[in-house]
């Protein structure tokens, strides 16, 4: 089974930056689409950004087009999200996301997901 671990979340002012990892294993990343998400306080859960394992394209919400990107280095088995330009609204749980589906990926990353990392806190002061 598929088993994600994420790293680098913290606290940093609004305008810097972070990256998030997420180390998998079990499997190699190549047999899934992936992706991040994110859950700010009193909200639901939503995408951020996600890779198809189909196409090789990523997507993202449009609160953070522009400022994260989305990556992976297959050999280490790990994606990451570089997240630059960080505003106080980026303030969030994120959470880094597997699954098989063989369809193309929804532009905000939602549907099913399947195997879930345990989440890290990102705190950007204003």
């Known amino acids: 089974q598929l088993q994600l671990v994420e790293s680098g979340g913290g606290l940093v002012q609004s305008g810097g930056s972070l990256r998030l990892s997420c180390a998998a294993s079990?499997?190699?990343?190549?047999?899934?689409?992936i992706g991040w998400f994110r859950q700010r306080s009193g909200k639901g859960r939503e995408g951020v950004s996600c890779?198809?394992?189909?196409?090789?394209?990523?997507n993202y919400v449009d609160s953070v087009k522009d400022r994260f990107t989305i990556s992976i280095d297959r050999a280490k088995n790990t994606m990451y999200l570089q997240m630059n330009s960080l505003k106080p609204e980026d303030t969030a749980i994120y959470y880094c996301?597997?699954?098989?589906?063989?369809?193309?990926?929804?532009?905000?990353?939602?549907?099913?997901?399947?195997?879930w990392g345990q989440g890290t806190q990102v705190t950007v002061s204003s």
């Open positions: 996301a597997a699954n098989d589906y063989s369809g193309p990926l929804d532009p905000h990353c939602q549907g099913h997901w399947d195997y």
């Open positions: 079990g499997y190699a990343m190549d047999y899934y689409n």
């Open positions: 890779i198809s394992r189909r196409s090789g394209s990523a």
